[in-house]
């Protein structure tokens, strides 16, 4: 399975809007991989999408995806969410439309039916964006998943964890288990034992944050978040070979360069950066 973090930042875009602090420069003024775009995944082999955060349609370009089939929506939260116009970007034609031709190739769209519920909740005085997309428009056809979902041949499982999910993909021998966000505490599934990845977000990196934020045993952020030696408790308890960082922040105040010499400190754990390729 051939995976591309589209997106590897958290809920604040890298750099962030009207900051002007050492990091964000340094990302307006290098790009790429400095930069970051909201959290998203690909999946090659099956033209798959994982969330729309606000920047997908620039975070598809940058990666020059060219052909999206299906995408699961993860949960509810807009920085995963408020980028769906993204299926007007890529099936709506208005000249098709002018003529009363609508779209005939719809983009399969997966999610638990607790988040397929919350994301039809999202619309405007006209009703759900969702429904409009596609009983309107014919853009997407939406499917509500129970466990699990065949797309060729992979399997996915989809795993509830309060309103997120996480999802563990296998074809044959190889597994990858994707949890970008919302998934603390972490569920307790056999499932995950002996994956080949691990791809995870919402963790904070370090005690020292942006701006020289130390952050106290009693913030709540410890209780949302994972610390990393509760990522690598996690990579020891179920047997993981790897680890990948997503989701990272730009209150962590940390560089491109300050990850890659964070690796060091740790047995094959790793953080994302946008265009990362991963195969399994």
Same mark, same amino acid.
């Given at each position: ?153 992979? @399997? ?53 944050? @942006? ?11 410890? @209780? ?57």
């Amino acid at each position: 399975m051939k995976f591309l973090i589209l997106g590897s930042g958290g809920c604040v875009a890298l750099p962030k809007p009207l900051c002007h602090c050492k990091i964000c420069k340094e990302a307006r003024e290098k790009g790429k991989p400095y930069s970051r775009f909201g959290c998203s995944l690909y999946l090659e082999d099956i033209g798959l999408l994982i969330d729309t955060p606000e920047d997908i349609v620039h975070a598809l370009n940058y990666s020059n995806v060219s052909q999206v089939n299906s995408v699961m929506f993860s949960h509810m939260d807009p920085d995963h969410t408020l980028g769906m116009r993204v299926f007007e970007h890529m099936r709506l034609n208005w000249l098709n439309v002018s003529e009363g031709i609508e779209c005939q190739d719809p983009i399969n769209v997966f999610a638990m039916e607790h988040v397929m519920c919350d994301i039809n909740s999202i619309g405007s005085v006209r009703g759900s964006f969702l429904d409009y997309y596609e009983e309107t428009r014919n853009l997407i056809r939406r499917n509500s998943v129970r466990d699990q979902v065949y797309l060729n041949n992979i @399997k996915i499982t989809f795993i509830k964890i309060d309103s997120s999910t996480v999802f563990v993909f296998e074809d044959g021998n190889s597994k990858l288990i994707y949890a970008p966000c919302d998934t603390k505490p972490f569920p307790q599934n056999d499932l995950f034992n002996n994956a080949d990845v691990l791809i995870i977000g919402n963790t904070f990196v370090g005690e020292v944050l @942006k701006n020289d934020y130390v952050l106290s045993e009693e913030n709540i952020l410890r @209780k949302e978040l994972f610390s990393m030696d509760e990522i690598q408790d996690l990579k020891n308890n179920y047997n993981i070979c790897k680890v990948i960082i997503t989701h990272i922040e730009e209150d962590w105040g940390k560089s491109y360069d300050d990850y890659l010499h964070l690796q060091s400190n740790y047995n094959q754990i790793y953080f994302a950066y946008d265009g990362m390729k991963v195969i399994v």
